[in-house]
């Protein structure tokens, strides 16, 4: 791989913390095997690593932070450790519950970034997250949802974790443009990251503009789409990684960081891991990262519409715009 500059490792947030460009994603990782890949990514040089409490690992992850803490690997102001609210916790007593049994599963003082998970709410099945309580379903089979909770009460709850010190900072996930604007109008404290689905097959590029005129950074979550999307497999991605000496992957992902996007990533192979890193480090040309733009058809490796409790008002969710890949 060549490159010319380095690239930052970090991005200031507007609350005055600081982000890892790259983190290790943790979501479908294999049971048993987690908790050896985050410290293995510690030990590469991953400071960043993104959890959630219905990915139902936390605890496995946990061991792996107490280890490389405990032997000195890394202290705990050298990780950036991110973990979301499920949507059964949206009530302010809950969301508070949600945190702490995530604290308790990472063997954490504090987290550094929490996020709303899902902008709604559903019917609380009780903690931790388990098959049985990571959603209710009525006797038809759908899916409970609470109109009992706000999204502004659940921010204020938010909110109050940061006052408590058990987050550093706060921020949403898989939120519309809509949700957007009307978290801002309300917020305390602002939210400091969206985390979406962002690759070259959907830019998200509206979005990322009006986010950022909020003072909102994207987080992009499948950063090199998906094996059905075949991002990695598109020709001008496979053309830039001849010219750039790297991988396609490290395409993709130098082409979301330079844009100033983070970028979340999972693998467990240690090729992999170390060819992520090593991304951060490559910078395009600006003509490639416009060919790399002009590549947006509004794919999602991650569609969860059907989970939605009304129709997404997201440009790049409009179902005349979803295309499905050959």
């Not at 605890?59 to 050298?78: C, P, Q, W, Y």
């Not at 999204?151 to 706060?170: H, N, Y």
């Not at 490559?282 to 409790?309: G, H, K, S, V």
């Amino acid at each position: 791989m060549s490159n010319s500059h380095q690239q930052p490792l970090v991005f200031d947030l507007p609350d005055g913390n600081r982000i890892p460009c790259l983190g290790l994603g943790t979501w479908k990782a294999e049971p048993g095997q987690i908790s050896g890949v985050v410290e293995q990514a510690i030990e590469l040089g991953y400071r960043h690593v993104d959890c959630a409490a219905v990915y139902m690992n936390e605890k496995e992850i946990g061991t792996a932070f107490h280890r490389v803490l405990s032997n000195g690997t890394v202290k705990r102001e050298d990780l950036f450790v991110t973990s979301k609210l499920w949507n059964t916790c949206h009530r302010p007593e809950h969301v508070v519950q949600a945190c702490k049994q995530t604290l308790a599963d990472l063997q954490l003082d504090y987290l550094d970034l929490y996020l709303i998970h899902w902008p709604f709410a559903w019917e609380y099945c009780g903690l931790p997250l388990n098959e049985n309580t990571w959603k209710g379903v009525d006797n038809t089979g759908d899916i409970c949802f609470d109109h009992g909770v706000t999204l502004q009460q659940t921010w204020a709850a938010m909110e109050s974790l940061v006052d408590q010190g058990l987050v550093r900072s706060i921020g949403v996930s898989n939120y519309g443009l809509a949700e957007l604007h009307d978290i801002v109008s309300y917020a305390r404290i602002r939210p400091v990251v969206n985390q979406i689905e962002v690759h070259p097959l959907n830019t998200r590029a509206e979005h990322k503009r009006e986010a950022e005129k909020l003072g909102i950074r994207i987080e992009a979550y499948s950063p090199l789409g998906s094996g059905t999307l075949g991002v990695l497999r598109d020709e001008t991605i496979q053309n830039l990684a001849k010219k750039y000496r790297a991988t396609p992957a490290q395409i993709c992902l130098a082409w979301n960081i330079q844009r100033g996007c983070v970028v979340l990533p999972k693998s467990v192979s240690p090729e992999r891991l170390r060819e992520n890193l090593e991304a951060t480090s490559l910078r395009l040309d600006e003509n490639d990262m416009e060919r790399i733009n002009q590549l947006d058809r509004a794919l999602l490796a991650c569609d969860m519409r059907t989970y939605w409790p009304y129709p997404v008002p997201e440009e790049a969710l409009r179902p005349e715009r979803l295309l499905r890949a050959s």
